[in-house]
C-alpha cells in the first residue's frame, strides 16, 4: 500500500507524513508534476527537502524530461529512493526506456513504467520485461481526486496474464472497493490518495487495502 502525499495538507505536511507512516503505508509516493507532461504542477525535490519520513519513496515522475529529474533526488541523503517510474508518454524510444532504466537502478532503485489510462499495454512491448514494475494509471494523471476508471481492468488483466511475475501497480481513484477489484485483476501495489488522506481511520483502512 503505497500513500500518496498529493492531496494532503501541505500547511502541515510532517504532520500528514506521520500519520501515513503510522497507518502502516508500506512507501510513499511523490507525484512529481511539470505543468507539461500533464496540466498541473506540484512538487519537487526543493519543496520536500527536510521533511521526515522513514518510508522508502516511490517516484512517480509525470514530467516530460524524466532523465533530467533524477541525479538530485539520488544525491539527497535525507530520501530513500525505493522506486522511480516514469512514463511511457513521455519516453517513446526503446533507446532512451533502456538508458533511463540503467539511470534509475544505477541510483539504487527499482525501475517502473507508467501507462496513462487510454495507452494500450503494447506501447510497452519493447521494454516490459526489462521494467521492475508497470504502473496502470486508472485516472488520467494530473489530480487527485478523481473517479477511478473501470474501462481500464482489462488491461490490468491483460499484463497480468501476459506476465504472471511483474509487480503490477494501480493509482488513481483507488479506496476499497476499487482497490480490491484491482488486486482482483492482478494489482499488487495499489496507490491511494484522497480515500486515505480522507478516511477516519487511515490505519483500517491500509489494512483494509493490504488484506
Ligand atoms: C494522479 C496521481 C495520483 C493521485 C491519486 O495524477 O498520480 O497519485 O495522487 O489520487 P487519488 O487517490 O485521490 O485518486
Known amino acids: 500500500v503505497i500513500a500518496s502525499i498529493l492531496g494532503a495538507d501541505f500547511g502541515h505536511l510532517q504532520a500528514e507524513v ?29 519543496a520536500l527537502r527536510g521533511l521526515q519520513t522513514k518510508l522508502p519513496l516511490d517516484l512517480h515522475l509525470m514530467v516530460s524530461n524524466p532523465a533530467e529529474h533524477l541525479a538530485a533526488w539520488f544525491a539527497c541523503p535525507d530520501f530513500h529512493i525505493a522506486n522511480v517510474t516514469f512514463h511511457a508518454e513521455a519516453v517513446p524510444t526503446t533507446a532512451d526506456r533502456q538508458s533511463l532504466i540503467t ?39 494530473g489530480f487527485s481526486g478523481q473517479a477511478f476508471r473501470a474501462d481500464v481492468l482489462p488491461k490490468l488483466s491483460a499484463l497480468r496474464t501476459a506476465y504472471p511475475q511483474l509487480s503490477l501497480q494501480v493509482d488513481g481513484g483507488i479506496n476499497a472497493e476499487t482497490g480490491r477489484l484491482c488486486r482482483s485483476a492482478g494489482a499488487t501495489q495499489l496507490v491511494a490518495a484522497s480515500s486515505l488522506l480522507h478516511a477516519t481511520d487511515r490505519a483500517a483502512l491500509v489494512s483494509h487495502l493490504r488484506a
Open 103 to 141: 539511470a534509475i537502478r544505477a541510483g539504487g532503485a527499482t525501475a517502473g513504467i507508467a501507462l496513462n489510462p487510454d495507452t494500450p499495454a503494447s506501447a510497452i512491448e519493447d521494454i516490459v520485461r526489462d521494467v521492475d514494475l508497470v504502473l496502470v494509471m486508472t485516472v488520467q494523471p
Open 18 to 46: 506521520d500519520s501515513l507512516e503510522a497507518a502502516g503505508a508500506d512507501r510513499l509516493q511523490i507525484d512529481v508534476m511539470d505543468g507539461h507532461f500533464v496540466p498541473n504542477l506540484t512538487f519537487g525535490l526543493p
